[in-house]
Antibody, heavy 121, light 110 residues
Framework: EVQLVESGGGLVQPGGSLRLSCAASGFTFSSCAMSWVRQAPGKGLEWVSAIGGSGATTYYADFVKGRFTISRDNSKSTLYLQMNSLRAEDTAVYYC??????????????WGQGTLLTVSS | QSALTQPASVSGSPGQSITISCTGT?????????VSWYQQHPGKAPKLMIYDVSNRPSGVSNRFSGSKSGNTASLTISGLQAEDEADYYCSSYSSSTPYVFGAGTKVTVL
C-alpha cells in the first residue's frame, strides 16, 4: 500500500524559512515523479513544485520560483520542500503527491494527508 | 499559469446524472490526453477518480466517467449518490508547467 506522510508544517513568521518532508513507502520511490500541492484555507488546489524520479529535473510554479527548493533523497524515500522568504499568502495545507511516471505525466495517483503551514506574525 | 475553468457548483438529485466541465487551452487540455479528476471531501486529501481523460483507477465506481473534446474535458457522475457530495478538481498536463488545476466544483446532492 502506498503511503505518503508529510511533516514539518507549523507557524512561521513572514520572511522566515521552513522545510517540509514527505516520507514515502509502498512503491519504488525513485521511479516516480513527486510534487507538492497546496491548498489555502477555503480555496482550491494549487500545484507548487515537482521533481523527476532521479531528482535531476525540477519544476516550479511562478509564485515560488527563487523562494522554494524541491529535492529528494531516493535512498531514504523522502521528498523535501525548502521554503524561504515565506509570505502570509503561503499559508496552506501542503500535500505531497505521487505521479505514476518517472517524469511528470499530469496525474497524481496518491496523496499524503497534508501538513499545515501558517505564516503569521 | 492560468487555472483551468470549472463551474463553481453543480447540483442534482439522487439517481440523476451530472456533468462538470473543465475548460483549458491548446497548451494543456487541447494538446494532451493527460486530464485527471480528483474528488475531495471536507478535511480530506484529494482522491484520483479519472486519469488520462477517461480511465478509472482500480476501486473507483463506474458511475464516474470522463471525456474530452477540444480544449474542454468533462466528468460525468451517473446515478448520483449522497456520498458523491464533495469538491471536484480537474487537472491537466501543460506545456508551460507540468500540472495545472481547475478552481474546483462543489457538487451538491439535493
Amino acid at each position: 500500500e502506498v503511503q505518503l506522510v508529510e511533516s514539518g508544517g507549523g507557524l512561521v513568521q513572514p520572511g522566515g524559512s521552513l522545510r517540509l518532508s514527505c516520507a514515502a513507502s509502498g512503491f519504488t520511490f525513485s521511479s516516480c515523479a513527486m510534487s507538492w500541492v497546496r491548498q489555502a484555507p477555503g480555496k482550491g488546489l494549487e500545484w507548487v513544485s515537482a521533481i523527476g524520479g532521479s531528482g535531476a529535473t525540477t519544476y516550479y510554479a511562478d509564485f515560488v520560483k527563487g523562494r522554494f527548493t524541491i529535492s529528494r533523497d531516493n535512498s531514504k524515500s523522502t521528498l523535501y520542500l525548502q521554503m524561504n522568504s515565506l509570505r502570509a499568502e503561503d499559508t496552506a495545507v501542503y500535500y505531497c503527491a505521487k505521479d505514476p511516471g518517472s517524469g511528470p505525466e499530469g496525474t497524481f495517483d496518491s496523496w499524503g494527508q497534508g501538513t499545515l503551514l501558517t505564516v503569521s506574525s | 499559469q492560468s487555472a483551468l475553468t470549472q463551474p463553481a457548483s453543480v447540483s442534482g438529485s439522487p439517481g440523476q446524472s451530472i456533468t462538470i466541465s473543465c475548460t483549458g487551452t491548446s497548451s494543456d487540455i487541447g494538446s494532451y490526453n493527460y486530464v485527471s479528476w480528483y474528488q475531495q471531501h471536507p478535511g480530506k486529501a484529494p482522491k484520483l477518480m479519472i486519469y488520462d481523460v477517461s480511465n478509472r483507477p482500480s476501486g473507483v465506481s463506474n458511475r464516474f466517467s470522463g471525456s474530452k473534446s477540444g480544449n474542454t474535458a468533462s466528468l460525468t457522475i451517473s446515478g448520483l449518490q449522497a456520498e458523491d457530495e464533495a469538491d471536484y478538481y480537474c487537472s491537466s498536463y501543460s506545456s508551460s508547467t507540468p500540472y495545472v488545476f481547475g478552481a474546483g466544483t462543489k457538487v451538491t446532492v439535493l
